[in-house]
């Protein structure tokens, strides 16, 4: 399809609250063969196949526009074609055609004939990224054959974990769009509830629809690098639109799920690895969290080290990772993850930890990066651990906490349900 130039920029057209997306196209009246372009935002509800839209419309002439409004369901679209100054609405009803990237319908009106429309959109149950790239990814086996798998009795396993390369890529639309995650995430996820989500189907993973692109050539350049850690029980797909945007910035993102740290670790043979057994018994029980985190700062370390090799020998990747600047961020569990490496590797730079949790025995010194500290509402009033944190730094040290959050904010869990269970009340789904 070509556009006119008079189309105006979509994002200063869009409504004021969030939009799942957007869209921009031409249209032709084949009445009078009158014509011109479209343009507006949609919103999903509960699936990519169904949902509202709302946009507005001019003529290639410049001689008339609008606004339209309107719902479709499948192939069903119905809706409402607005002529401004005229005081008059024209119902219109016809079929959609919806790709992963593409549309075009057929609408009929009484008054106005048929009306053929067609252009692209760009949807997802994630927030539109505000950087100038696209978002590539790859995922990773990784085995450090180095370290023992503490976790388990066989000592003859090697530490694995399973890591997604996200970096800058030139074009949003280059390659096939990934899946938010696949099906053993999926239930992993939906068993969290508090209550049965009973009404989500097994499939709805899929109409999530993140923005990044399978297999695709990264950007020209070189960019920073940030290792991610997600939460104890924790995966880093539902972290999935925090990592998006940054990448869109120019940022390399290494995320991480941890085997019997994450809530699931699916591997490419099909294996699954869950939450490791906590003891009951109190000393036990906190040798556990203290090899856990010696386990995945190990880790993350390793990851570090497989990106290094990455820019010196892999041929889609070499020369575009500046390891001049490494940072790391992680949520909860991942904080305290954040924190250790930060304090014990001189290759990390600055740190990043979403409602971080602490412990002091592992850094008995002093962090030397810069560090963020970023917390849910009620954690800043009395946690000896941060207190114990901001006073072992020696380098700029920012802690903040935003009103009304809680520990799961910080992840894509609030805006996922909010479109596959919007009755719910969000307080009751934590």
């Known amino acids: 399809c070509s556009f006119s130039t008079a189309v105006p920029p979509t994002a200063a057209r869009s409504p004021a609250d969030w939009s799942d997306g957007t869209f921009q196209g031409i249209w032709s009246k084949q009445k009078d063969d009158t014509s011109g372009s479209l343009w507006g935002a949609l919103n999903q509800g509960r699936r990519a196949t169904r949902g509202t839209f709302t946009g507005e419309w001019n ?33 219109v009803t016809g079929i959609l055609r919806l790709n992963d990237t593409h549309f075009s319908a057929l609408l009929f009106s009484s008054g106005t004939g048929l009306i053929k429309i067609s252009g692209v959109h760009d949807a997802s149950f994630l927030q539109k990224l505000t950087g100038a790239y696209g978002v590539g990814v790859r995922t990773m086996h990784l085995i450090d054959a180095s370290r023992p798998e503490n976790f388990t009795t066989d000592l003859t396993d090697d530490r694995e974990m399973m890591v997604q390369l996200w970096y800058p890529i030139e074009t949003s639309n280059a390659g096939m769009r990934t899946e938010y995650m696949d099906y053993p995430t999926f239930q992993w996820l939906m068993d969290r509830s508090p209550i049965p989500l009973i009404t989500i189907p097994d499939t709805a993973y899929l109409f999530v629809r993140p923005h990044g692109r399978n297999e695709t050539s990264i950007a020209p350049g070189m960019f920073p690098v940030v290792v991610f850690s997600p939460g104890y029980d924790g995966v880093y797909q539902i972290y999935t639109s925090f990592i998006e945007d940054l990448v869109s910035h120019g940022f390399v993102v290494a995320s991480i799920n941890h085997p019997y740290v994450s809530g699931i670790t699916v591997f490419p043979d099909g294996r699954t690895v869950g939450l490791a057994e906590v003891p009951t018994d ?28 990455m820019n010196a020998t892999n041929p889609d990747f070499s020369g575009h990772f500046d390891l001049s600047e490494v940072g790391m961020y992680g949520h909860s569990f991942g904080g305290a993850n954040t924190a250790v490496c930060c304090y014990e590797d001189p290759r990390f730079d600055a740190g990043l930890t979403l409602d971080g949790v602490f412990y002091k025995q592992f850094i008995p010194g002093n962090i030397t990066v810069p560090l963020l500290l970023m917390f849910a509402e009620s954690r800043l009033s009395d946690d000896s651990t941060i207190i114990y944190l901001w006073n072992h730094t020696t380098n700029d040290t920012f802690k903040m906490n935003i009103s009304g959050s809680t520990h799961y904010a910080f992840t894509d869990v609030g805006v996922l349900l909010s479109h596959l269970v919007p009755l719910v009340p969000p307080r009751l789904l934590l």
């Open 59 to 91: 003529t290639s002439a410049g001689t008339d526009d609008g606004t339209f409004h309107g719902v479709f369901y499948g192939m069903i679209l119905v809706g409402q074609w607005e002529v401004t100054g005229a005081n008059k609405t024209t119902s």
């Open 282 to 309: 109190p000393v036990e029980r906190s040798a556990f969290f203290n090899m856990s985190l010696r386990s995945i700062a190990e880790d993350a370390k390793f990851v570090l080290d497989t990106v290094t090799d």
